[in-house]
Structures are given as structure tokens and as C-alpha cells.
């Protein structure tokens, strides 16, 4: 997954400084020096953002005390421009690793499963949402993000240490906010040098005939994690491009490059679907965590959630649009997950797009979805970046900060390089970073937010069971997924998923 205006991109959760109510405390130094960044030259707009346009200390001049106001009311997205920013949020590499998933968990298991997680994690989008919500009329704020959130739930937690130890909600949020979209960046490393390297190798053998059941003969070129290399230093000038405006235009290729991907991929698997009597209701339990991981990976879009409803000039709406918008994803998920594994069975790769035929036609599919991840980078990017790059630059000189942040966005490419060069499966990629980071923001901590919220207001034994029960099995997950992920990288198994990486396709 993956990429409001300022939150384009597959699964793309755009997070800032929460916009808070006028205060006359001190502003800690972080704060102070994301501030100064923005109001110097760092024209990124975060989720405190009425739009590309209008800066946060115009949103909050028009923000009246004691009132609950959102900041898009006056001049924010409409309904469907919001349904279209949540469906492309949560359309990307995830959803082409799904059919994967579905071998990991059975024809039957895998459907099934897909569908009971596509509704705890709209419930927990939706506890977030009214979490923010409370907090807003409450604290008299005109937005509160997730980690606001999560540290004003602390604070109204009936425990003392919880309440003293409140500002390290918003840490954890920020930590798995940044562990999620380097994750991300890395998955996109391994589908970028994938791809490529397979379009590079059947280029010899690649023909106009679609229909046939010939196998190219592939050219056996360099390893898959040299093509990574080679698309570092482009990846390393793209996320220099600081300016989230200008991002929208890559923004806009990669939306319309992935959507013609996906339209060729469906119109593919759904011909000649072979025999499913021979697939597997119910996959071996041990694969299974690989199946969580995947799916929970392809779900995580928590993060965007409230810079969607922030947006919105309606955002009565949004809990509406919310369930609408992630009802297509689920639809989308389920059955390009049955029908790719009914399509190829157990020849199917880490993601759809590498078990299409080598022909022009799908090999051009192919180049085009590789472009749409391509530009992608740099709008999951500017996440962590967000985050991190004031961090250095507001404890370095005046005269060196441009310096400052160049460097260590290149840092944080390199890292992102090097994971997936150490990692270079795109099946274990996707399924590591959906267990460690995804479990925690789309199951854990929504369930366990309501009952700190709410518990001094009175909440039902069945709720707080309801949350509990949600936070444990994300916590199981999140252990025994990564678990599984990170045997399977230690001492792979000899099933047909170790094909999964290009590396061994030749």
C-alpha cells in the first residue's frame, strides 16, 4: 500500500505537527524549529494544512475558540475528490502482493480472512476518527493528528504513569510512522529492481503473441540487487524535490500509469481461469503469519485517514465515504487476490505483475506500474522525512541547513537501499513490514486509544472486550508474523515461494 491534495500516492499518510489550539507555553525546540523550516523555505504542507494554498496560521486566524471546525469547511475537498484520495491511498504494492497471500492462507481461508481484516481495520479507522473528534471539542483544537491523538488519550487515561508518560504516544506514533514508510520504500526498491530486471531478460524473447503458452528465453543479466544500486541516485535527486506541489504532478503520472497497470492485469487473469479443484481450501498454518503480514500491510491506511477528514468541506460525510471508500478496496483486494491465485496457482510471485506473460503488451504493463512506484518513493518518503529532516537541521548552523537536509535524505534513501538490498525477497519485504509496523498502527493502538479515551466517561464490558480482543490478535500477528518473516529469511523454505524473487528467475 501506500500514496487531500498534499496526501497523494499509494498508502501515503502525510503527518505533521498536530495544529493546536493557542497556546502561551513554551513550544519545545522541535516544534519551534519545524516552524522555522516552514515558515522559511520549507513549503511542505502537512496534515494541519487547509491546502497547498493557504498556510496553517491562516487556517487556525479563521479557527474560534470553543467551536469544532475543521480547516477544510471553507475550502476542502469534496465528497468524491476524498474517495478518490482514500481509494488511491490504499492502492499499491500491497495489493499486487495479495494473490500471494491468498496461497499462504487457502483459496477459501484467504478470501475469508481478507475480509474479516478489511472490516477491523475500517472499525479501527473509524475509533481513530472519533478519538480526534472528542479531543478536538474537547481541548477547543481545530485538528488533532495521530499522534496527538494518542497522546491526549494517554492523558486521559486514569493511570498516573500513563498520564506522566503521555508525550511518549506521539514518539511511538512517529516511530512506526517512519519504521512503516521506509518499509514501504524499501518494498519499492525490490519491485523497481524485480520488474525491471525481468523486462530487461525477456527482451530477447518477448513477442506480440499474448495467447500462447511458450516460455521466453530469459537473457540472464546482472543481480537483482545491482539494478537497486543503479536506481539509487535517481531515487536520491527525486527526493530532493522538497515542495509537496510539485509532488502532486508525480503524484498524478503514477495515479494514471498504475491505473492502466491494473486494468491490463484484471483483464488478463479473468480469461481462461484454470481448474481451482486442485488449489487448497485451507493453506499449511505456518504460512499463515505470511498471509497476515501481506494483508495487513496492503490495509494500512490509518494514517491518512484524518488529513482526509481534515480536508473535507463536509466532513459530516466523511465516516460515510470512509466505509464506502474501503468497501471498493476490499472488493478490489479479494478478488484480485482469488483471481491471480486461480490464475497462476503455485507459480505465483511476490507481486502479479511478474508472473504476466513476456509479451509487449504486459511487459509494457509491467514498465507502467514500475514508473507509478517509481514516483511513489517520493511521496511515502516524505513521511519520515518530514519527521526526521527537522530534526538534524534545526541543531545545525543557519548557513549549512540546505546542506543538512540534503545529506540526510540521502542517508535515509541509502537506508532504505541497503534494507532491501539485505532483504531482497519482495514477498518477505511486504510481509515483515505489515507484521512489525502496520499491525501497531492499524490494530494495536486504535482499540487500546478508545479505552484511555473513554474509560473516565464509562464504557460497556462488551466494548472494552471488543477492544481487547482486536489489540491481542494485532499483537499476535505482530509477533508470529514477524516471527515467520524472519525465519523464512534465515533459512528459507524449499516451497515454491522461494521463486519469488527475480534473482532466481532465470
Known amino acids: 500500500m501506500a500514496t487531500a491534495a498534499p496526501e497523494p500516492g499509494p498508502g501515503l499518510e502525510l503527518k505533521g505537527s498536530a495544529a493546536g489550539g493557542l497556546s502561551a507555553d513554551p513550544l519545545p525546540a522541535a516544534t ?37 471546525q475543521r480547516f477544510g469547511e471553507s475550502s476542502g475537498t469534496t465528497w468524491f475528490q476524498t474517495l478518490i484520495h482514500l481509494l488511491k491511498g490504499n492502492v499499491g504494492t500491497g495489493l499486487l502482493g495479495l494473490p500471494l497471500a491468498v496461497r499462504n492462507a487457502g483459496l477459501l481461508m484467504g478470501p475469508l ?10 472499525h479501527c479507522m473509524s475509533i481513530l476518527v472519533k478519538c480526534a473528534h472528542h479531543f478536538c471539542r474537547r481541548l477547543n483544537k481545530p485538528f488533532v493528528d495521530y499522534g496527538d491523538t494518542v497522546m491526549y488519550g494517554l492523558e486521559s487515561s486514569p493511570s498516573s504513569w500513563l498520564r506522566n508518560h503521555a508525550h511518549w504516544g506521539r514518539h511511538l506514533v512517529d516511530f512506526f510512522l517512519i519504521v512503516t514508510q521506509l518499509g514501504f520504500c524499501c518494498v519499492y526498491f525490490v519491485f523497481l529492481a524485480d520488474n525491471f530486471k525481468q523486462v530487461i531478460e525477456a527482451a530477447n524473447g518477448t513477442t506480440n503473441n499474448c495467447h500462447s503458452n511458450e516460455t521466453a528465453i530469459m537473457t540472464p543479466t546482472m543481480d537483482s540487487r545491482l539494478y537497486m544500486l543503479a536506481f539509487l541516485p535517481f531515487l536520491v535527486l527525486l527526493v530532493f524535490v522538497r515542495n509537496l506541489r510539485a509532488l502532486s504532478i508525480f503524484s498524478l503520472l503514477a495515479n494514471l500509469s498504475m491505473l492502466v497497470s491494473l486494468v491490463m492485469i484484471y483483464q488478463f487473469i479473468v480469461q481462461s481461469i484454470p481448474d481451482p479443484s486442485r488449489l487448497p481450501l485451507v493453506a499449511s498454518w505456518r504460512t499463515y503469519p505470511l498471509f497476515f503480514g501481506t494483508a495487513i500491510f496492503a490495509f494500512e491506511g490509518i494514517g491518512m485517514v484524518l488529513p482526509l477528514e481534515n480536508k473535507m468541506k463536509d466532513p459530516q460525510k466523511f465516516p460515510l465515504i470512509l466505509y464506502l471508500g474501503m468497501a471498493i478496496v476490499t472488493i478490489l483486494y479479494i478478488s484480485l487476490g482469488c483471481l491471480g491465485y486461480l490464475q497462476f496457482g503455485d507459480s505465483i510471485q511476490g507481486s502479479i505483475t511478474l508472473n504476466l506473460p513476456n509479451c509487449w503488451l504486459y511487459q509494457s504493463v509491467k514498465l507502467l506500474y514500475t514508473i507509478g512506484i517509481f ?47 539485505l532483504i531482497p525477497r519482495l514477498d518477505l519485504v511486504i510481509s515483515l513490514v505489515g507484521s512489525v509496523s502496520s499491525s501497531a498502527l492499524a490494530l494495536i493502538i486504535p482499540p487500546l486509544l478508545e479505552i484511555s479515551t473513554y474509560c473516565s466517561e464509562g464504557l460497556s464490558p462488551l466494548t472494552i472486550a471488543k477492544d481487547v480482543l482486536i489489540s491481542v490478535l494485532g499483537f499476535v500477528g505482530f509477533v508470529v508474523g514477524t516471527y515467520q518473516s524472519l525465519s523464512e529469511l534465515i533459512q528459507p523454505s524449499s516451497t515454491p515461494s522461494s521463486t519469488n524473487s527475480t534473482s532466481t528467475f532465470i
Do not use: K, W
Open 32 to 68: 519551534m524549529s519545524t516552524q522555522r523550516l516552514r515558515n522559511e523555505d520549507y513549503h511542505d504542507y502537512s496534515s494541519t494544512d487547509v491546502s497547498p494554498e493557504e498556510s496553517p496560521s491562516e487556517g487556525l486566524s479563521n479557527f474560534s475558540p470553543g467551536s469544532y
Open 113 to 122: 480472512s481478507l475480509l474479516v481484516i478489511g472490516i477491523v481495520a475500517v
Open 375 to 421: 514516483f511513489t518513493y517520493a511521496l511515502q518518503f516524505y513521511v519520515p522525512a518530514e519527521i526526521v529532516v527537522p530534526f538534524f537541521v534545526s541543531r545545525a548552523p543557519e548557513r549549512c541547513e540546505l546542506l543538512v537536509d540534503l545529506s540526510v535524505r540521502t542517508v535515509m534513501v541509502c537506508l532504505t537501499c541497503v534494507l532491501a538490498i
